[in-house]
């Protein structure tokens, strides 16, 4: 019994338990250190968009130097905390890491959006060689029927000679093609009298080029011979593109 007496004694000598006194000055005051660093971050995140976007307009295509610039710039955040004189002694380093992501986020994802259309136009058209097309029909032919040529330079003959050609080719842009400036030129070899023929290729859809040419040489056509094309292409934003190739053609 006396057991049992001295059990109940001591637990009345537990002190009961309080909730710390909750200091709504000083938490009111955390919370603005938090917000002040999270602004900071973010305005030194849109200065940084301005010097990394300057950059990639001298370096591009590199983009290695103003991405690896915008990343390692998050260590220089400290240094613009404390020239704003920003009391960070509270400041713990859950704090400074969500301080870090927020200029991250802010910077990678503002520096994308101005490097790409509308805001910004780096990118150089595309010319899809693989959907370069060559057809070729006789030149004294009174029909329409265009046939298929391999345009492989060691590719089994295929076709007599003379011919005309026809071609077709897909290009594209993240703008807008300029339609006036995509061009084919066919350079015969040295050993060949005809002369080089460029002309512009037309636009038949949203996304094809095609063009018939007829030689510049008299009206005999393309003759024997191995030929050089070249297709070149421009955006409305004057970035150029272009492809070359060659092509045979022998009597059969």
Known sequence: MAKKRRQKTEKKDEPDFKLPEFDEHEYIALELRKSKLAFLAFIFAIIMVIITYLLYSIT??????PIVMGVLAVAALPFIVNVSKLDTTDLDWKNWFGGGAIYILTWLAIFILVCNPPFSDFADPEIDEDSLKFFYIKVDSGADN???LNIKEDSTPQMF????????INITDNTEIDIDSVFMTITPSIFNNASQTRIRMEHKNKYTFEISITSENATLGFRPDTFTYSIEAKDINGHKKAIS???KIERV
């Open 60 to 65: 591009y295509p590199d983009w290695r130097g």
């Open 146 to 148: 265009w046939t298929r």
């Open 161 to 168: 000679s003379p011919i005309k050609i026809k071609t077709s």
């Open 245 to 247: 190739g060659k092509f």
